[in-house]
Nanobody
């Protein structure tokens, strides 16, 4: 059974940093397409950063140069380092992965950025 559990969200002032963590079980983060999406109120979820099949990384244009995705194979976890946060980053962040043809989501973690 695949499970994704996010942690690390919270409140921060604009210009600050947060690090999100996603603990995965039931899949292998080193080979699974896995990453982060976010959702603004009333909007659909949108890609933030993602490891693609084969290891390439895709970033949303709005976070390039500010956010960094990484993964830890022994811990089977994925991280999102978010620097220079802006009010436009205020959203619920979700960890998502594809494994054996199915897509899985975590429960989400709120990131609040105050200006």
């Amino acid at each position: 059974q695949v499970r994704l559990r996010e942690s690390g969200g919270g409140s921060v002032q604009a210009g600050g940093s947060l690090r999100l963590s996603c603990a995965a079980s039931g899949l292998v983060v080193s080979i699974a397409p896995i990453g982060w999406y976010r959702q603004f109120p009333g909007k659909q979820r949108e890609l933030v950063a993602r490891f693609e099949t084969g290891g390439a990384i895709t970033y949303a244009d709005s976070v390039k140069g500010r956010f960094t995705i990484s993964r830890d194979w022994p811990k089977n976890a994925v991280y999102l380092q978010m620097d220079n946060l802006m009010s436009e980053d205020d959203a619920v962040y979700y960890c998502t992965a594809t494994w054996r043809g199915d897509t899985f989501w975590g429960q989400g973690t709120q990131v609040t950025v105050s200006s």
